[in-house]
T-cell receptor, first 113, second 111 residues
Framework: GAVVSQHPSRVICKSGTSVKIECRSL??????MFWYRQFPKQSLMLMAT?????????EQGVEKDKFLINHASLTLSTLTVTSAHPEDSSFYIC?????????FGPGTRLTVL | LAKTTQPISMDSYEGQEVNITCSHN???????ITWYQQFPSQGPRFIIQ???TKVTNEVASLFIPADRKSSTLSLPRVSLSDTAVYYC????????????FGDGTTLTVKP
């Protein structure tokens, strides 16, 4: 099946710094990718839809200025958590769709100290 | 996107068959039903997908009744490594590929 990778797999940063997470579709092109956030023992929550060549679409309640999304190519989307705070610590997962199926990345564990 | 309802948790023993049912009363005509497995600190992994009747692959079976308002994931002869959270997703928005996750079912397999 199709493969989606994420980098880094885990990152620890100081409060106030920015962190970039990459999501790549390795063997297919994705004009759209999705970013999810998952807190411990909770389900995945969709944050935003990343669109190649245009602005991302954010879900209600997600701050677009804090979670910057760039979809520069058909195989790469990046999520930048700006001015990270401890409450942003979470597990971030991206996905890329093919018709009727989503392929998920392995996730990135962000810890903000 | 159709809302799904699953049991929050289930317990089983090694070697048993496990059936997890998902309710999706508002499923649309063109919606597929997809089940994912997620281990801690990993992304969801595709298990099986179906539209109607029965689908079987090397790891699971999916039973979908004629009205498609529910579906049952069947895991034959579970092992300890099947302990995970299982999500039922209905309706990948083909225009956007968007999926909405429900709460999932935490399956615990005991020795």
């Amino acid at each position: 099946g199709a493969v989606v990778s994420q980098h880094p797999s885990r990152v620890i940063c100081k409060s106030g710094t920015s962190v970039k997470i990459e999501c790549r579709s390795l063997d297919f092109q994705a004009t759209t990718m999705f970013w999810y956030r998952q807190f411990p023992k909770q389900s995945l929550m969709l944050m935003a839809t990343s669109n190649e060549g245009s602005k991302a679409t954010y879900e209600q309640g997600v701050e677009k200025d804090k979670f910057l999304i760039n979809h520069a190519s058909l195989t790469l989307s990046t999520l930048t958590v700006t001015s990270a705070h401890p409450e942003d610590s979470s597990f971030y997962i991206c996905s890329a769709p093919l018709p009727n199926e989503q392929f998920f990345g392995p996730g990135t564990r962000l810890t903000v100290l | 996107l159709a809302k799904t309802t699953q049991p929050i948790s289930m317990d089983s023993y090694e070697g048993q068959e496990v059936n997890i049912t998902c309710s999706h009363n508002n499923i649309a005509t063109n919606d597929y039903i997809t089940w994912y497995q997620q281990f801690p600190s990993q992304g969801p992994r595709f298990i099986i997908q179906g539209y109607k009747t029965k689908v079987t692959n090397e790891v699971a079976s999916l039973f979908i009744p004629a009205d498609r308002k529910s579906s049952t994931l069947s895991l034959p002869r579970v092992s300890l490594s099947d302990t995970a959270v299982y999500y039922c997703l209905v309706g990948v928005d083909t225009n956007a590929g968007k999926s909405t996750f429900g709460d999932g079912t935490t399956l615990t397999v005991k020795p």
